[in-house]
């Protein structure tokens, strides 16, 4: 497989020192007295906003401090082209940073903030997608008094590094039982199959015919992700996805392990009890979980698609990692991603306990280090996949980080997991809205 060229452009390490002045007026406060924030803005991408901390004036910015990045953007080979025509009729392309005072957000529909400077940092992308790029490191006045010498000194760090991916785009809708195929700039090259089908959920022990599951332990684990609830009105349960090479072999499967159910008195899958996918990979002539995802219906004005994925280290639930959670559209779907590298990712920290952690687990220590699991295996950005939001025709395009990909199964697990995303989108919507016919099990439409 041949991979597609990327460029992640990382905005880093930022800081703010603000001098003291020799007769502070009473009515003023000092930056380092309120929270310092700053908007990120790169041509044609959404503004990305980011914590500035504080430091003495006196103090100099360490120069072996550990990375910490505050923006990240993913850039495709067309991005960079896109980006480099238009600076050709217009200004040179510039990173443009507005630093503030105060708190983000609004207050009665007025920004909070208040503005303290500007920064624009000058890019040249040729030829990042082959090697890196730092386009400043260090300290830069902003402010009114900037060519005084009394002005604000904000730090940061802005680099461009290549980022080779895989790209696969699934050639129709998953439930539809679609070919995958692999895209490198105008080639479209087949590399997997999908069969979607309705699991019976008496049977909690996922099956396939090339992989004979063992009656014992096989069946004991994987209940220990999903749950067995009595039959309520409102529910949508057995959906399965297997994930194919090109020789029939499943490489990679998904599957409904927790049914996706109606809250009481609504008809609404709610995040108190969200439904579950397993996502599981072949091992030892059996099915093995790498990955959990449970989604549900946001309520509020975002009414969106809410997902929280784990990865799942020893085929045990209690030592599962949260390493993605976030909101999608549900009217104008969005990218799940996976990014382990700063600001650009979707993972949260949650309010689960740490005895459900392991110790070496971020949310058990807070500490974000490449040394620690999963960190040590999944660094930076490591996939994203587009879904389209409900009612739209969607084909899911998924971007993988060719440092995460060492076989097929790799690639197909997470074919498999933006496929579970996709679908998540349809077991979430409304009970009051009738699926398409592919999403309704035979079995139940003849019972009922």
């Known amino acids: 497989m041949d991979p597609c060229a990327f460029v992640r452009l990382t905005v880093a390490n930022l800081a703010l020192k603000v001098p003291l002045p020799s007769k502070p007026a009473r009515s003023a406060v000092h930056p380092s007295c309120s929270p310092c ?37 993913h850039l495709s080979k067309a991005d960079i082209d896109k980006l480099a025509a238009s600076s050709i009729f217009s200004t040179k392309l510039c990173l443009k940073i507005a630093v503030y005072t105060g708190r983000t ?57 290549p980022d080779l991916r895989f790209v696969f785009q699934f050639d129709g809708e998953p439930e539809c039982s679609p070919q995958v195929f692999q895209i490198r700039g105008n080639i479209r ?7 979607f089908s309705f699991r ?36 949508r349960k057995g959906w399965s996805i297997t994930v194919h090479d090109l020789s029939g072999s499943p490489v990679a499967a998904a599957s409904m392990v927790t049914p996706f159910v109606a809250s009481p008195g609504s008809d609404r899958v709610s ?25 549900w219906r946001e309520r509020g004005s ?79 950005f490591v996939m994203s996949a587009r879904v389209e939001g409900e009612g739209k025709c969607s084909k899911p395009c998924v971007e993988v980080s060719v440092q995460h990909v060492n076989c097929t199964e790799d690639a197909a697990a997470y074919v498999a997991l933006a496929a579970a995303v996709d679908l998540s989108m349809d077991a979430c919507r409304h009970f009051s809205q009738r699926l398409r016919k592919e999403l309704s099990n035979p079995q139940e439409l003849l019972l009922g």
């Open 37 to 73: 924030f700053c908007t990120i803005n790169l041509t044609n991408f959404p503004l990305q906003t980011a914590v500035v901390p504080y430091i003495p004036s006196e103090n100099q910015f360490p120069d072996n401090y550990p990375q910490s990045i505050a923006a990240t953007f």
């Open 302 to 380: 975002s009414d969106g698609l809410g997902y929280r994925f784990e990865l799942i280290p020893d085929m045990s639930a209690s030592t599962a990692i949260v390493v993605a959670e976030s909101t999608l559209s549900s009217k104008r779907g969005g990218k799940f991603v996976i990014d382990l590298g700063g600001n650009g990712s979707n993972w949260k920290n949650t309010t689960a306990s740490a005895a459900s952690s392991p110790g070496c687990s971020p949310r058990s220590s807070g500490d974000f280090g490449y040394g620690l699991w999963p960190f040590c295996m999944y660094r930076g």
């Open 105 to 161: 957000g609004r207050t009665c529909g007025v920004g909070s903030g208040r503005l303290l400077g500007r920064v624009t940092v000058p890019l040249d992308l040729k030829g990042t997608d082959s090697r890196a790029c730092v386009f400043h490191n260090g300290w830069i006045s902003v402010g009114k008094e900037a060519n005084k010498g009394l002005s604000a000194q904000f730090h940061l760090n802005v680099r461009a590094e």
């Open 200 to 235: 019976n959920t008496g049977d909690r022990n996922q099956r396939s015919r090339p992989l004979q599951s063992e009656t014992g332990s096989s069946r004991s684990w994987l209940s220990s992700f999903g749950s067995e609830r009595e039959r309520p009105v409102k529910e």
């Open 189 to 195: 090259q087949p590399v997997f199959t999908c069969k």
């Open 271 to 295: 995040r108190s009890n969200p439904g579950s996918w397993l996502i599981l990979r072949p091992g030892d002539g059996t099915w093995k979980p790498w990955g959990r995802l449970e989604a």
